[in-house]
């Protein structure tokens, strides 16, 4: 995890002085988990979870809110302030800060959508299939969110077909019992200076 770490603030900025990470994935991958690692071994980049952008009314539907509440600031190294959404009360909330550090981390599905991937200095792709992965997030949230979930699927299984991350993401991330495994992505092209493989043991993601 840290020799990733270390690669990524390596990188020439993507948006104003800001490397921008994302960690995208289907639903239940593991994609805050691991971006809350990632962000400890970045020594506490902000993190922005897209479960704030969205809302039960735009599911995926929600680019222009981010472009011009978080992407358009940090282009212009402002702190941006996004109000994020509560999904229980069903309301967006005050604002909150996101400041223009060397590298913030957004996560969650769809943040590898077409219309982000100007900005990204990488893209993570959580591999894990779909299936599993809606499996382990109904387990997460439970019997109260099962309508939700039946939406959900649809709702993302729409979206990845118009909009599909995968094929371009750089690094792909593995769990595996020791911790992770990056390997590069589909659209990384692997040659003698770009070794990306590693494998994170339980004290390197603690």
């Keep these: 995890m840290h020799d990733l770490a270390a690669r990524l603030r390596g990188l020439p900025p993507s948006l104003g002085a800001v490397r921008l990470v994302a960690v995208d994935g289907h ?3 593991g994609k805050s988990t691991f971006a809350g690692r990632l962000a400890a071994a970045l020594d506490g980049a ?5 479960d704030d952008i969205a809302s039960h009314e735009q599911l995926f539907d929600w680019t222009e809110r981010l472009l011009s509440q978080v ?4 282009s212009r190294g402002e702190t941006a302030h996004y109000t994020p959404y509560d999904w229980r009360a069903r309301a967006f909330g005050a604002p909150r800060p996101l400041p223009p550090a060397p590298v913030v981390v957004i996560e969650g599905v769809g943040a590898g959508r ?5 900005y990204l200095a990488r893209l993570l792709w959580m591999e894990l299939p779909h299936e599993e992965s809606w499996a382990r997030g109904r387990q997460r949230d ?6 939700f979930w039946s939406g959900w699927v649809a709702a993302e299984r729409a979206h990845f ?4 991350s995968r094929p371009h993401a750089d690094l792909l991330v593995l769990q595996t019992p020791e911790g992770y495994e ?3 992505g589909p659209a990384t092209t692997v040659g003698p200076d770009h070794e990306v493989t ?5 004290s390197a993601v603690c």
């Design 182 to 184: 990056v390997l590069p």
């Design 114 to 118: 077409r219309a982000l991937r100007p």
């Design 71 to 74: 992407i358009g600031p940090l």
């Design 27 to 29: 639903a239940g991958s």
């Design 198 to 202: 590693h494998r994170d043991g339980p």
């Design 142 to 147: 439970g019997a109260e969110q099962r309508e």
């Design 46 to 50: 902000p993190v922005l979870h897209l």
């Design 161 to 164: 077909t118009a909009d599909p």
